[in-house]
Nanobody, 123 residues
Framework: QVQPVESGGGLVQAGGSLRLSCAAS????????MGWFRQAPGKEREFVAA????????SYAGSVKGRFGISRDDAKNMVYPQMNSLKPEDTAVYYC????????????????WGQGTQVTVSS
């Protein structure tokens, strides 16, 4: 079992960058696929990026591919999404989640969720 906690959200201008962090408690962190999702007001939660256990595989939503990156440090139980070239449409609450299913982009496959961190991109 892991408990993710997000940090690093805030207000940034369009074109800027932001690095979020996810600290996940639990001794079995390295065995989980870690994903990031976001939810804008009035919209469904959507997949952003994921990184497999061991960090060997990453996947991205089409809307962020080429702009966002994701990495993990299993020794520190941390996951880091790096968001570059931010756009106003990236404004949302960003959630970190853990899954036992590899390479999944479905929220249903993620068992453990953080509380979320707000990212606001101004134009």
């Amino acid at each position: 079992q892991v408990q993710p906690v997000e940090s690093g959200g805030g207000l940034v201008q369009a074109g800027g960058s932001l690095r979020l962090s996810c600290a996940a408690s639990g001794r079995t962190f390295s065995g989980y696929n870690m994903g990031w999702f976001r939810q804008a007001p009035g919209k469904e939660r959507e997949f952003v990026a994921a990184i497999s256990w061991g960090g060997g595989r990453t996947s991205y939503a089409g809307s962020v591919k080429g702009r966002f990156g994701i990495s993990r440090d299993d020794a520190k139980n941390m996951v880091y999404p790096q968001m570059n070239s931010l756009k106003p449409e990236d404004t949302a609450v960003y959630y970190c989640a853990a899954s036992g299913v590899r390479d999944s982009a479905s929220p249903r496959d993620y068992n453990y969720w953080g509380q979320g961190t707000q990212v606001t991109v101004s134009s």
